[in-house]
């Protein structure tokens, strides 16, 4: 069966929830099509009054990050419990922004990752090599680490339904897009390792985004590849440009 595309937009630290309000608002009537899944992850504060705006549309919100305990003295961190009461069913889990200035390793992921399917939430996992990296030519060695650890204990079902969003650092808010053979090759290699964790079924099921730059311009050659499965976008899901991301075609 084909997998269905699935877009989501990262809002990351923008949008206070009344600008939140007045972007779905705006775009709502440009992001529809039953083709694909919608997502709008959301600063925290933001999910609940953006979920009100999008109501009745085909719009999902999801989170930009959780913790992987209940609840408890963890000041300023998000709970499962918090995100499923409200009807969150996505989150990006190990954002490069999140690993970088805020110290997430693959085992923190890991436990996150683990937390959300615990809860029924679809993670949106996060990976993606350095300039360092790729010049060094070690982008798919690091990506395979990164991906093992992460699905570390996830069960067949689970990564099945699960998101990987592959994002080359060096290609995030700079307006350096990968090019189609670059994220095409990466994409792949995920998927086969997810083979190689598991077996055929899972990988033709599991969903694969690429992100870094993606554009109404750039979208529909990079979508159309064997193993990108939509993307995930940050600066221009903010703008009347989601529209035309989200309608490709
Ligand atoms: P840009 O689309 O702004 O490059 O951001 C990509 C990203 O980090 C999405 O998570």
Known sequence: MARKKIIAGNWKMNMTPSQAVELVNTLKPLVVNDEVDVVFCVPAIDIIPAMEAARGTNIQIGAENMYFEEKGAFTGEIAPGMLTEVGVKYVIIGHSERREYFAETDETVNRKVLKAFEHGITPIICCGESLTQREQGITIDW????????????????????????????????????????????????????????DEATAAAIRIQYGGSVSASSAPELFAQPDIDGGLVGGASLKPDFGAIVNYK
Request: charged share 20%.
């Open 143 to 198: 990506i395979r680490q990164q991906i093992k650890i992460a699905f570390l204990n996830v069960t067949a079902e689970q990564a099945a339904s699960a998101v990987i969003a592959y994002e080359p650092i060096w290609a995030i808010g700079t307006g350096k897009v990968a090019t189609t053979e670059q994220a095409q090759e990466v994409c792949k290699a995920i998927r086969d390792c997810i083979a190689e964790i598991y």
